[in-house]
């Protein structure tokens, strides 16, 4: 069984933090991606982060894998940004919520006084769904 490669320096840092054990086989599935492509993180653009994202292991992954894997990996982007390290931060891929008309805002007002908040969420939920 081969070894892996050595991760820089930065990226071993970043590991220490106590991240999750699915972001650590990321992040070095991604130093060894950048490496078969002969990239650098400051030549790293959104595209190729998509690209990675679409096909880390040589093998194309589904759209919600694909998501999940780049959600696990914006913290570890975002933590290279702030060191100065590539010049991108993924948008999240999560909607905002939806602003709801100012009836059904009153309407769940009104439930405050005499409903749990776990009923009222159902509530947002159901009228975010019908508008």
């Known amino acids: 069984m081969t070894r892996p490669p050595e991760l820089p320096r930065f990226a071993q840092c970043f590991l ?15 130093h060894r991606w950048l490496e078969r492509r002969r990239l650098t993180l400051a030549e790293l653009t959104s595209d190729h982060f998509r690209q990675f994202l679409a ?43 939806l602003e709801l008309p100012v009836l059904a805002r009153e309407f769940l007002t009104s439930l405050a006084p005499t409903h749990r908040s776990s009923t009222r969420h159902r509530y947002i939920y159901s009228l975010r769904k019908l508008y």
């Open 16 to 30: 220490r933090t106590g991240v999750h054990r699915r972001t650590r086989l990321l992040v070095c599935s991604f």
């Open 55 to 97: 096909r880390p292991h040589r093998v194309r992954v589904a759209t919600q894998v694909r998501f999940q894997y780049g959600n696990l990996l914006r913290g570890y982007l975002q933590w290279l940004y702030d060191r100065g390290l590539v010049r991108f931060v993924p948008e999240s891929r999560r909607r905002r919520p």
